[in-house]
């Protein structure tokens, strides 16, 4: 009768590898924080920048392509209607009266929420 050989196993590991990968996938985990923190800083919108001038708001804006908007910003009394592009920003108009103040009207979805919750909107 043939004899089947016996069957040969990888020598054991001290552990090396599994450690090693281990501190590989940490230091991806952080590169990866760190340039979302990166990319954060330069997005607009993501910083709190308006906090550091109370005098100067943006009223309203409105989206004209991907990259160009018209934008009504206050500053001090004065409204200005800028455009904002790719060839950067420009005054189109000072406005002689303000914009009226929009009415905030909460979504039928925020009014169902509160009324789940038994709150008043």
């Known amino acids: 009768m043939p004899v089947a050989p016996a069957p040969v196993f990888a020598p054991a590991s001290s552990g090396a590898g599994a450690v090693g990968g281990g501190v590989m996938a940490l230091m991806l985990v952080v590169g990866l924080i760190l340039a979302l923190a990166w990319l954060a800083k330069r997005m607009p919108g993501v910083g709190a920048t308006t906090a550091s001038n109370p005098a100067l708001r943006v009223v309203g804006s409105l989206a004209l392509g ?11 009394q004065t409204q200005l209607l800028l455009s904002v592009g790719a ?15 929009a009415a905030t009207t909460p979504s039928p979805f925020a009014s169902l929420l509160a009324q789940h919750f038994g709150k008043k909107s």
């Open 66 to 76: 991907p990259r160009e908007r018209v934008v009504v910003v206050e500053v001090g």
């Open 87 to 101: 060839g950067g920003t420009r005054t189109l108009h000072t406005l002689d009266e303000p914009l009226p103040a």
